[in-house]
């Protein structure tokens, strides 16, 4: 009897699915901002993420109706753009360079910009599917079986790779150029 109604409200998902990307353009204009975001948290290169959002709204265009309801639409969208992106990492190595990601809305100060860089590189340090896990968690606000649903691992994997990744983002911080500024030494 369970099965039935965990079906009705795939059914329902997958419905409401269905009529959000009805008019696949509306979607589009609705989701960009945050895939394009998402790809450029992970590859951190303006180009190749606009290239890597592009591909993931051709292959979710392409998808649609292979989509099965049980994940919202954002997360499935998510899922293809993560996806992407790790698969364009995997082709092209990243070239090392800080570039401005438009995660933060800080005030452009001398501090906050060192800060930021500081962070950026740290971020550019983490491997691809710890930086994904940085991402989804940290600026989408993914819970862990979410994240693990988009990166296709297990959530006590996603709790292992946001652990190391923290570890390491604090290390690379405390001990990177301006260290004595944040910590006061």
């Known amino acids: 009897m ?18 959000e990307i009805a008019d696949f353009g509306a979607f589009y204009a ?4 945050l895939a394009y975001r998402t790809a450029m948290g992970i590859v951190r290169d303006p180009a190749l993420a ?36 790790l698969a364009a990492l995997r082709r092209r190595r990243p070239t090392g360079q800080v570039t401005e990601l438009a995660l933060a809305s800080t005030p452009d100060h001398a501090a906050g910009t060192t800060s930021q860089l500081a962070l950026l590189a740290a971020l550019d340090a983490l491997p691809d599917r710890h930086r994904a896990a940085v991402v989804l968690r940290y600026y989408h606000d993914y819970d862990y079986a979410t994240i693990a649903q988009i990166l296709e691992t297990s959530s006590t994997n996603v709790g292992a ?25």
């Open 161 to 185: 790779m946001l652990s190391r990744a923290l570890d390491r983002l604090k290390i690379a911080l405390d001990t990177g150029p301006g260290a004595s500024d944040r910590t006061g030494r």
């Open 50 to 85: 606009a290239d890597v959002t592009q591909d993931a709204y051709l292959a979710a265009y392409r998808q649609r109706d292979h989509f099965r309801g049980d994940a919202p639409s954002r997360a499935w969208l998510h899922r293809i753009v993560v996806n992407q992106a």
């Open 2 to 19: 369970t099965s039935g109604a965990d079906l009705g409200h795939i059914r329902s998902e997958a419905l409401a699915f269905r009529l």
């Open 30 to 33: 609705q989701t960009y901002d």
